[in-house]
Structure formats: structure tokens, C-alpha cells
């Protein structure tokens, strides 16, 4: 009988520039082909360790880092230093220090939106991008953008009027109690917040069209209810790094991401060719994801027509995707690879 292989090693390290420190996982050869893994919302580069693990076996150097305010990366105090220019801008440096060579970018959820920016702003660091459960939006991912192509027929402008990003608008104007809701009992709310996805979800309206209705995520208690964490989702000792990484820096700074769309906006208008990109892009769906999926509705139309290349595969996962379907995933950014020619 054949033994188990090893699964190649992450290695933790930190970057350090004079405007910010980037805390981010590393494995495969130093010398292979670069992929860099984005995480999103509510997360650590930790997220990707299956992919990390299957690419990094194959060749590829891997890197996942702590974006801006989350995890071991810095968490600046101001919520405008959460913009995309800044965000993009950490990568930059970061994309320097590993090398600079063109990479594979790899992004879940804000990561998505992240990866879709260096693209369109950083064309000659990127080979290909890989975007899951967040679509492209070259005009800028901000409720300007978002709201006007919800789906009417599930949410009518008269009883939902910002549809499935209700959520979304209460930052914007309940921003410290949504933060102090979540802040209240970090490892519930993580454990509240990864649940995986169900077919019942399909043509329901998610319960984030009424988080202003409700008075927060969590309605009048504002905390998560006890919650026992989703163990096909995170590894136990996975899921105690990421509620340890939130203990520290409380959720205030991962929050702020929602509350610079005007900025993020003239961001985007910045961009050459309004944001089309030229690049292999590949965007992987969540069959059951109530908030950013894109069948059935509007919400891939802006990224169909500003990708030349565009490949959509769709998986039966919801919106935490890369933990629900890890080899599901890995094979079909695998398959995508091959047929692209990267």
C-alpha cells in the first residue's frame, strides 16, 4: 500500500514596507510559476489552504496574504485607508518583493474584486485571474453598481429596494452598531457566518435584504447566536487561528471595505479601456449563493461584456465556495489552466 503524500509546507511570513506590513502564507518552489490567493470578507489567507496544498504540490509558488485589516497584516485606524487604490497598492509592493514575474490571480468574495482591480489597473503583473463567488464589475464594486442590476422579480424596489445588498447599505449608515455586532462574540460570529450552502436558498430572498429591517445581522440581541462551528468548512485548528485573528483586531477594520464606494468608484474610472480585461479570466459560481451568484440574474452582465476571454463554471456550493467544493475548485481553476495554455 502506497503511503499518503505529504502535503507540501505553508510558511508563514511578513513583508514589511514603510506604509504597510503584509502578513501572508507561502509554499511550493520559489523558482515555480506564481499563483497569489486572495481571500475576501470575514477571512485570512488561511482560507486557501487546500489550494495552496494542491497547487503548491504541482509546481506552482503559492502565496495567500492577509489583505489590509485582516489577520497579521496592518489595520489602519482611518476606514478610507480600506479603498481598492490602497488595497491594490499593498499588492503591488508585495507582487515586487516576490519577484514581480506575471501571476495567476486567485480571488474569493472582496478578494475577487481585488484580483479583477490589479488586473484592470496592473495588466503586465497578471497572466490570468481567477474570480469565485464575486463577479467582475469594471465600474467598481459599489452599491451604485450592484443595486440596479438586482433581481426585481425576487425583490421588488417597493419592499426590498437594495434587494440582497440591505446588508451592504448598513454599513454605510449603521456602520459602528454593525461593528460592535459583530465584535460582541467573535467565534460565534464566525461560526454563524460560515455555514455551506443549500439548494433551498435557490429563488428565496436572502435574509440580507432586511438587515435594516431587522436592525442588524443578528436583529435585537445584537450578537450571533450560539453557534457551533461548520466542520466541513474549517479544520478545528484552522477555525481557532481565524477567530484568534479576529479576537485581536475585531472586525472594524475588515467592515470599513464597505464604506468607501465613492472612492472606489473614481478608482475604477482610472482604469484604461474602462476596465476591460484582455487577460483569461475565469469565474467560478456558486449554484446556491443568494447574494453574489449570477444565475438566473443580471449580476454577470457587466463581466461578460468586459471580458475578452471569460470562462464561467458553475459548482453546486454556496457562497463560501473554496471551503465547500475545495477539490471541486481546485480542478476547475486546474482545467481552466490547461485549456488557457497558462
Given at each position: 500500500?502506497?503511503?499518503?503524500?505529504?502535503?507540501?509546507?505553508?510558511t508563514?511570513?511578513?513583508?514589511?514596507?514603510?506604509?504597510?506590513t503584509?502578513?501572508?502564507?507561502?509554499?511550493?518552489?520559489?523558482d515555480?510559476?506564481?499563483?497569489?490567493?486572495?481571500?475576501g470578507?470575514?477571512?485570512i489567507?488561511?482560507?486557501w489552504r487546500?489550494?495552496?496544498?494542491?497547487?503548491?504540490?504541482?509546481?506552482?509558488h503559492?502565496?495567500?496574504?492577509?489583505?489590509?485589516?485582516?489577520?497579521?497584516?496592518?489595520?489602519?485606524?482611518?476606514?478610507?485607508?480600506?479603498?481598492?487604490?490602497?488595497v491594490?497598492?499593498d499588492?503591488?509592493?508585495?507582487?515586487?518583493?516576490?519577484g514581480?514575474a506575471?501571476?495567476?490571480?486567485?480571488g474569493?468574495d472582496w478578494?475577487?474584486?481585488?484580483?479583477?482591480?490589479?488586473?484592470?489597473?496592473?495588466?503586465?503583473r497578471?497572466?490570468g485571474?481567477v474570480?469565485?463567488?464575486?463577479?467582475?464589475?469594471?465600474?467598481?464594486?459599489?452599491?451604485?453598481?450592484?443595486?440596479?442590476?438586482v433581481?426585481?422579480?425576487?425583490?421588488?424596489?417597493d419592499?426590498?429596494?437594495?434587494?440582497?445588498?440591505?446588508?451592504?447599505?448598513?454599513?454605510?449608515?449603521?456602520?459602528?452598531?454593525?461593528?460592535?455586532?459583530?465584535?460582541?462574540?467573535?467565534?460565534?460570529?464566525?461560526?454563524?457566518?460560515?455555514?455551506?450552502g443549500s439548494?433551498?436558498a435557490?429563488?428565496?430572498v436572502?435574509?440580507?435584504?432586511?438587515?435594516?429591517?431587522?436592525?442588524?445581522?443578528?436583529?435585537?440581541?445584537?450578537?450571533?447566536?450560539?453557534?457551533?462551528?461548520?466542520?466541513?468548512?474549517?479544520?478545528?485548528?484552522?477555525?481557532?487561528?481565524?477567530?484568534d485573528?479576529?479576537?485581536?483586531?475585531?472586525?472594524?477594520?475588515?467592515?470599513?471595505?464597505?464604506v468607501n464606494?465613492?472612492?472606489?468608484?473614481?478608482?475604477?474610472?482610472e482604469?484604461?479601456?474602462?476596465?476591460?480585461?484582455?487577460?483569461?479570466?475565469?469565474?467560478?459560481?456558486g449554484?446556491?449563493d443568494?447574494?453574489?451568484g449570477?444565475?438566473?440574474?443580471r449580476?454577470?452582465?457587466p463581466?461578460?461584456?468586459?471580458?475578452?476571454?471569460?470562462?464561467?463554471t458553475?459548482?453546486?456550493?454556496?457562497?463560501?465556495?473554496?471551503?465547500?467544493?475545495?477539490?471541486?475548485?481546485?480542478?476547475?481553476?486546474?482545467?481552466w489552466?490547461?485549456?488557457a495554455?497558462l
Amino acid at each position: 500500500m502506497s503511503a499518503t503524500p505529504t502535503p507540501p509546507v505553508i510558511t508563514s511570513r511578513r513583508f514589511r514596507t514603510a506604509r504597510h506590513t503584509t502578513h501572508y502564507l507561502e509554499s511550493g518552489p520559489a523558482d515555480g510559476p506564481l499563483m497569489i490567493f486572495l481571500h475576501g470578507w470575514l477571512s485570512i489567507g488561511l482560507i486557501w489552504r487546500a489550494q495552496l496544498e494542491a497547487f503548491a504540490a504541482e509546481g506552482w509558488h503559492c502565496v495567500a496574504p492577509d489583505l489590509r485589516g485582516f489577520g497579521g497584516s496592518s489595520t489602519p485606524a482611518c476606514t478610507d485607508a480600506y479603498t481598492t487604490r490602497e488595497v491594490v497598492a499593498d499588492l503591488v509592493e508585495l507582487h515586487d518583493h516576490l519577484g514581480g514575474a506575471p501571476a495567476i490571480w486567485v480571488g474569493h468574495d472582496w478578494g475577487s474584486v481585488v484580483a479583477g482591480a490589479v488586473a484592470a489597473h496592473e495588466p503586465a503583473r497578471t497572466r490570468g485571474v481567477v474570480l469565485t463567488s464575486w463577479a467582475y464589475f469594471p465600474g467598481s464594486n459599489a452599491l451604485s453598481t450592484l443595486v440596479p442590476l438586482v433581481d426585481r422579480s425576487l425583490y421588488p424596489a417597493d419592499v426590498y429596494p437594495d434587494g440582497q445588498w440591505d446588508y451592504y447599505r448598513y454599513y454605510a449608515t449603521h456602520f459602528e452598531t454593525a461593528v460592535a455586532d459583530l465584535d460582541a462574540d467573535p467565534a460565534a460570529t464566525l461560526a454563524y457566518v460560515y455555514r455551506s450552502g443549500s439548494p433551498e436558498a435557490v429563488g428565496r430572498v436572502a435574509p440580507t435584504a432586511t438587515t435594516t429591517r431587522d436592525g442588524g445581522r443578528f436583529g435585537a440581541a445584537h450578537h450571533a447566536p450560539p453557534t457551533a462551528p461548520d466542520a466541513d468548512l474549517w479544520p478545528a485548528a484552522d477555525f481557532d487561528v481565524l477567530v484568534d485573528a479576529f479576537a485581536r483586531t475585531g472586525f472594524r477594520a475588515s467592515c470599513a471595505w464597505y464604506v468607501n464606494d465613492d472612492a472606489n468608484v473614481a478608482y475604477a474610472r482610472e482604469a484604461t479601456d474602462g476596465g476591460r480585461l484582455a487577460q483569461p479570466v475565469l469565474f467560478v459560481n456558486g449554484d446556491w449563493d443568494p447574494i453574489c451568484g449570477i444565475t438566473g440574474n443580471r449580476q454577470g452582465d457587466p463581466m461578460r461584456a468586459a471580458c475578452e476571454d471569460l470562462t464561467v463554471t458553475n459548482l453546486p456550493a454556496g457562497h463560501w465556495l473554496p471551503l465547500e467544493r475545495p477539490a471541486e475548485h481546485v480542478e476547475a481553476i486546474r482545467s481552466w489552466l490547461e485549456r488557457a495554455g497558462l
